[in-house]
């Protein structure tokens, strides 16, 4: 399985569970100056650990855009820009 492409039910469930636990239980402030910095970081070291080539960008952008509606520096309250 590669994450974000099912072939099963099952690598499906897995997918929205990893997705639900990086929006709802992994702490970053979603919609908050600093949640797509705050994403790569964790991504970084959680990818690593884990032995995973995801590019820690691309994923935390998509993740940012389910969590929040928006690419990171898009959603309300990010209007600063500095993503």
């Given at each position: 399985m590669v994450a974000g492409r099912e072939v099963t039910p099952?690598?499906?469930e897995s997918t929205?569970?990893?997705k639900r636990w990086?929006?709802?239980?992994s702490g970053i402030p979603w919609g908050?100056?600093?949640d797509f910095d705050a994403c790569v970081a964790l991504a970084t070291k959680v990818f690593a650990k884990?032995?995973?080539s995801i590019n820690p960008k691309g994923w935390?952008?998509?993740i940012h855009k389910e969590a929040t509606g928006a690419r990171p520096g898009h959603a309300p309250g990010?209007?600063?820009g500095k993503h």
């Open positions: 099952k690598d499906a929205a569970k990893l990086w929006i709802e239980d908050h100056p600093g884990h032995g995973v935390c952008s998509n990010e209007q600063d």
